[in-house]
Structure formats: C-alpha cells, structure tokens
C-alpha cells in the first residue's frame, strides 16, 4: 500500500492543481487564461502594463529543511509583488515555470501552490499560465503582470535634492532569521513571521502613487545599503541616512537593518514639503534621512549616534552567505 | 594566466551583457526596460497582450555535449516566439531568466545570448528584463510578451465541423535529429536545421490572422498526435488526417512527422470555403484533413495508403525519449 504522503508529484498532476487554482481566483484582466499557446490580457484603459519575474531556485532561496512548502510558495509570489509594489501599481496577474526533481513528495508541490496561492487571492491575482518540466532542484520562476495608470509607475530615478528618504515597517527581521538558520537554529515558520511570510507592501505603494507623494521607490529585497545605493545611481543623487533613526527590527542589530535583505519593506523619497503621515493604513512609515546632492559621487554616508558621518558600503544581504 | 575560454560565468557580467542586448534592440512598446522595479510596457491602442512562458533546462530540453550554445539560447527564445505566432499576434520583448551552473565559462554564456539577440533583433523583440541566479544545472525561463488586435487572437478552441486542417512546412525533421543524437551520432548544429535553429512562423501566423482565414491555430511542439488532440479537445470536434498528405520531412519518417515534436510548424483549421493558398511568402501550406464531427469523442482518425482509417493515439515526442 502506497501511503498518500509518499506519491511523487508528476507534472500531469501538478498541471491538474495548478488549473483548479487559475480557476479559484479570477481577475478581470485576463481575458484568456490557461489552456491555450499564450495567456491574453487586457489593461484598464489608459494603463500600461508592468512585467516581473524573479526566481526561487531550491538551496539558492531556500532550503526545503528551513522553510515550509506553503513558506516557498507565499515567498515565491511575494518578490514578484513585491516588485510591483516598488511601482505603486496593481497587480493582475501571474505564471508560473515550476520544475520538479525526481522524487518530489505530491504533498509538497501541493503545499507550495497553496501557499502561492493564498497570497494570490489574497490581492485579486490569477494564475494565468506557465510551464512545467522535470529539474535537478525546485525550481520555480514567477512572473507577475500588473498595471498603473499611464506614465504614473514610481521610478527609482525620481529622487531629487533635498527629497527625504523614507521606509515602512521595521527592517533586518528577514535577516536575523535567516542567520538564526545558518547557525543551525531550528524555526517555526509562522505566518507572522517576515522571513517566512513576507507581506508585499502592495496598498502602501499604491497609496502613495495615488497622491503623487513618492518620486523614487524600491522594495527592500537586497538590503538597504544595496536598494538606496539603487535609487541614487539612477536618480544620479547622494544620500545620507541617520542610524538612530533607522527602525531595527525587535529580533535585529543595526547591521542586519542596513545589510540584510529580503525584508520587502518600501524605500521611497518624497519632496521636502509632501506630507507623509507616520503610518499608513496602519503601517509605519519612519524619515531615516535626506538626498544631500545632485550627483551620486559621494553615495550613501551614515550618521552615527555622535552625529559623525562616515561612508556606507552596500553589503547587501549576500555579506550573511558565508 | 587565465585563458579567455576559461572565465567562468557570474550573474555580475551576465547582467551586464543582458543589459548591453537589451540596449541594442529595442521595441517602441517597452516604455521602460531593464533597470527598475519591473519593466513597462504599452500595447498599441485597441491592442491585448499576450503571455506566455517556457523553460529550456540542461539535459532536459539540450544536452550542452549535442546543442552549442548559440542554438541553445536561439531554440530557448524561438519556444516562446512559436506560441506568439500560433495566436496570430506581434511579438514585443522577451524576459529571460538564466540560472548558471558552478564553472559555467563566461563564453558559453556569451554565445547562448548571442543565439538569443540575434533571433530577437531579427522580430524586434526587446530583451527588456529578467533575472540571474546560480543553479545547479543551466536554467532559462523565457517569456515573451506579444499583442494582437482586440478580440483578434487565434485560439484552439475555434475549429467547426466541415473545417479543413492545414499544417505549414514539412513535419519531422527536428525528432529526425533528435533520434540521430539519441542513436550517438554526431550532428553539426548548422544554421538550416529546424532541429536547432527552429524558425518560428510569426510572419505566416500573423498573415493568416489579418485576412481571417484561421478558425484555431497552434504551434506543432509536442507532435502533430498530441497538438491536433488539444485542438480536437478545446473546440470539442474530432478529426480526420490522410497520411498520404502529411508532408514529410526529407530526412524524416510518417511516424516522426506524426508523433514527433519540436517542428514548431503551424497547425490550423479553416472554413470549407476559405482559400488557403498552397505558399505563404514562400513557406508551403499542406491541407493534411478535415474536422469530421461536433464532438472530441471519435478523436482523431488516420487515413492509412489504402484508404482504411484507424484511430491515431496522442504518442508525441516524449516516445522518442527512452
């Protein structure tokens, strides 16, 4: 007798769960989702369309012993939301290329597309196609369609001299769990965690795109020393930023807050007279510093605690690999 | 010292060869490319986008010892280009994302790419974004992104009974190849090989679109068997094809043209009355048989030499694998 937990997941079966979700989620946009050469969708009028993909390769992303399936899965989907946040746009849309290693629990192909998508219907998104294959890892490639009224996606190039520099939420939690990992701690992966179940900052960004109060956003996926370092090279500005300013995380130290990534909270700058609330719709939103100069020769300088500037290099999260 | 041939390749000169191709075709419909959040995109007015997605996996769609890289990075695009044409539709840009095995040289890279750009520039298909990993075998997802006029797009699910099936090109040649390089025999990956270097039939697609003349259409990737199958499914008829009229390829079989895949040939049924010429810009059009009743029960039947029919089982390539 087989026991359930042990079938293999195939690709007929996975195709099979995967046309049952596109199914249980709909979204307007897609006039023609699943089941023919290409997926067909429709923007708003007076919309453009926005394009995404990111990969979640297996011991790359993630690690099947440290994160749950329905953990990869949430995860998987949420840096492709993530992105689009970044634009303050709507997200419509996604497809997914999942390829399988032999031997594959069914139970785990099964728990990651719940954990995909439960997020997806959480903002309206249809799964819309994608692609199966045989793989020597997990290997799943998402891309996500969304749309924002015509020439109104929030660059990274907008960010002006003088524009105060702002994040929501508290940074370094993804981090700090993640080096708890590395150093063979064992974690729940709960629902509340950032880590495991980030959750894409999507009504924040649209907020703010709405009121034409942000002129340049980033998520926070390779760190802010990384992310700000993006924003300035693009707007070609300076930065300076106040690290007593900086919300750490309960679990988290000022480095992991600087230099630890995937926390996919928004960076955005906003000029000197908008009006920025403090939180929201219930979010925090925290000024951590000032664009100081209209090229990106100087770069990022940090303000300690004696109000000393030093230089700030972009480790990004990679800096907790090895 | 090290030899050029010998650099390894590193998302870092990855990212900025893609970034170099991406600048070097470009596609009026990419507002914005490579270098934020998501890329941005605007279809002509009264224009739908279409979307679809493929994975080209080492060892199980190329073998880097029979494919050279330049076909590699052309077949990983012209999948996708192939679905856009089997819609009738426009092709607009590409995201790749390439995962890279450790030790991958940086020339292999470079010339997967350059089999890539050079099928791009050729359809103007702007690489407009994407993303980099390292993974344990050589992973690309390709997805291209097309658009056809409202309403326009030539789906599977439009064949009637009375409509005759057409198919473009000759069949089996690219599983003629396959068999060869199955059996241990070494092929010269040229240029003129459909197995290789697959064109895929935008030009004939979009033609047969404009005038009408098309009442479903689909690309010929897993065999002629299994895609008139899905064609017979999603518009609920049956089928009818001689044997005799199947255009077999020079170096081919009538059981590699009926069952083998990768021909990326376009199938497609039309009205009884419609005046589907023998060439379309110069590629020969075959009519191979008639759909033959209003429901997919009966399935599809085969003509044999002697007139005798016999029911034709969905074998396609995947049975020329073991």
């Known amino acids: 007798m087989i026991s359930k937990n042990k079938t293999i997941a195939t690709e007929k079966n996975l195709i099979a769960a995967i046309r049952r979700l596109a199914a249980a989620t709909r979204n307007p946009a897609v006039i023609h989702g699943i089941g023919d050469d290409c997926a067909i969708l429709r923007a708003s009028p007076n919309h453009e369309l926005l394009v995404t993909t990111d990969f979640s390769i297996e011991n790359v992303h993630f690690r099947r012993e440290w994160h749950s399936a329905e953990s990869v899965g949430h995860r998987c989907l949420a840096r492709g939301l993530s992105d689009i946040a970044a634009m303050g746009a709507e997200p419509l849309a996604c497809f997914l290329s999942l390829g399988l290693p032999p031997k594959l629990p069914q139970r785990w192909a099964d728990r990651f597309l719940k954990g995909l998508h439960r997020l997806a219907r959480q903002h309206s998104v249809q799964l819309a196609g994608g692609d199966t294959s045989s793989a020597p890892q ?47 701690q064992k974690l729940h992966p709960s629902r509340g965690s950032r880590h495991f179940f980030p959750e894409p900052r999507l009504h924040t960004g649209a907020w703010l795109r709405q009121r034409g109060l942000s002129t340049a956003m980033i998520d926070l996926s390779d760190g802010l020393s990384i992310d700000l370092g993006h924003i300035c090279d693009e707007s070609r500005v300076s930065a300076s930023i106040d690290s007593h300013r900086i919300p750490i995380a309960p679990n988290a130290t000022l480095d992991l807050a600087l230099h630890g990534g995937e926390d996919y909270e928004l960076l955005f700058t906003a000029p ?38 030093h230089p700030l290099k972009p480790l990004g999260w990679q800096h907790f690999r090895s």
């Not at 749309?147 to 524009?163: C, I, N, T």
């Not at 508290?170 to 700090?176: E, N, T």
């Open 138 to 184: 997990i290997t799943a490639d998402i891309v996500v369609i969304g749309q924002v009224p015509k020439g109104k996606a929030v660059l990274r190039s907008g960010a002006r001299l003088g524009d105060r520099i702002f994040v929501t939420g508290d940074l370094g939690a993804s981090s700090a769990d993640l080096k708890r990992l590395f150093s063979g």
């Open 272 to 309: 000197p007279r908008a009006k920025i609330p403090s939180a929201i719709q219930g979010l925090k939103v925290t000024q951590i510093g000032v664009i100081t100069a209209k090229n990106n020769r100087a770069a990022i300088r940090l303000l300690d605690e004696n109000g000393q500037s």
